[in-house]
């Protein structure tokens, strides 16, 4: 899949920067520490964590099909996370690198 490649090389290129890579209920994510900041989800999303006070959250929002992420489908949503659609897989790695920023400060 087109979009699990991109989340891939997305994965490669923050892990040199100082994230890990780990699962989360089977999903594959990316943390630093103990801090997750981007989810590749069953839908093909990335879901990232930009802080629902920042204006890259607010641009990430004013992404055409960008919601504010719900993980599971249970209906809880985080807030803080924005969940990217395959289809703006462009803007994937400027806002997961900005969500790793944000942990890591």
Do not use: C
């Amino acid at each position: 899949m087109a979009n699990q490649s991109e989340f891939d090389a997305i994965a490669v290129d923050l892990v040199a920067r100082g994230a890990t890579l780990g699962q989360m209920m089977g999903h594959p994510m990316l943390k630093v520490g103990s801090s997750m900041f981007a989810a590749f989800t069953g839908d093909e999303h990335l879901a990232v964590k930009l802080g629902r006070s920042s204006p890259e959250h607010a641009e990430a929002l004013a992404l055409p099909g960008a919601t504010v992420w719900s993980p599971g489908g249970g209906g809880r949503q985080f807030y803080d996370w924005v969940s990217l659609p395959p289809d703006q897989e462009d803007h994937w790695m400027r806002y997961a690198e900005v969500a790793r920023r944000n942990v890591s400060a």
